[in-house]
């Protein structure tokens, strides 16, 4: 493994369609994160899994958001019905079980138009 | 709440010259700090990172300081180099399992 993948690197997409992100973690990694980064901000929480359950989600996560993770190894982040304030850069981090030393992959950055 | 605050929010040095970011946070049951380097178009890089019964730690250039009394850290690079020039984001966790950032510091190393 070369680290944490993300699939894809840009989207553009319309005001009210659906996207969905990919993320690859490191394959013994067993925890997987999803953060938001807007512009000239610090990365924000939105949900952890650790293996196939997701154990958190923040309230930044409406009901247009949803995340799977079906055999606790790549991931899935949905936006449904997408608005221009969803257009942020969304990062997937994963670790080991010992948790919060994470790897960043590089983040799939969403413009919604 | 969870709250880290960072400063500055921009930051130019000489190179060769030394650079420091501080961040203080909120809750006193944090006990895990990293500090991140972000380069353009990239995700964040943890460059090094303390728990909390930890005063000090060095790795090679970089070092960061920990200060529990007053809650706050800080993120020490010497003898920088242009290669340094990057957005750094301090973080802290509050006895959960996510991380909660800084907004920043744009570092940038004068020729």
């Known amino acids: 493994d070369t680290g944490v993948s993300q699939n894809p690197r840009h989207k553009i997409t319309k005001r009210g369609q659906n996207v969905t992100f990919r993320c690859d973690p490191i394959?013994?990694?067993?925890?997987l994160y999803w953060y938001r980064q807007t512009l000239g901000q610090g990365p924000e929480f939105l949900t952890y899994?650790?293996?196939?359950?997701?154990?958190?989600k923040s309230r930044l996560l409406s009901d247009r958001f949803s995340a799977e993770r079906p055999k606790g190894s790549f991931s899935t982040l949905e936006i449904q019905r997408t608005e221009q304030g969803d257009s942020a850069m969304y990062l997937c981090a994963s670790s080991r079980t010992s948790p919060l030393s994470y790897t960043f992959g590089s983040g799939t950055r969403l413009t919604v138009v | 709440g969870e709250n880290v605050e960072q400063h500055p929010s921009t930051l130019s040095v000489q190179e060769g010259d030394s650079a420091v970011i501080k961040c203080t946070y909120s809750?006193?049951?944090?006990?895990?700090f990293p500090w991140y380097k972000q380069e353009l178009g990239k995700g964040p890089q943890l460059i090094i990172d303390?728990?909390?019964?930890?005063g000090e730690k060095k790795d090679q250039r970089i070092a960061v300081t920990l200060n529990k009394t007053a809650k706050h850290f800080s993120l020490h690079i010497t003898e920088t180099q242009p290669e340094d020039s990057a957005v750094y984001f301090c973080?802290?966790?509050?006895?959960?399992?996510?991380?909660?950032f800084g907004t920043g510091t744009r570092l940038t190393i004068i020729p």
């Open positions: 973080a802290a966790n509050f006895g959960n399992e996510k991380l909660t």
């Open positions: 303390i728990r909390s019964n930890v």
């Open positions: 394959s013994e990694h067993n925890r």
């Open positions: 809750d006193s049951a944090s006990n895990y």
């Open positions: 899994f650790q293996n196939e359950a997701q154990l958190e």
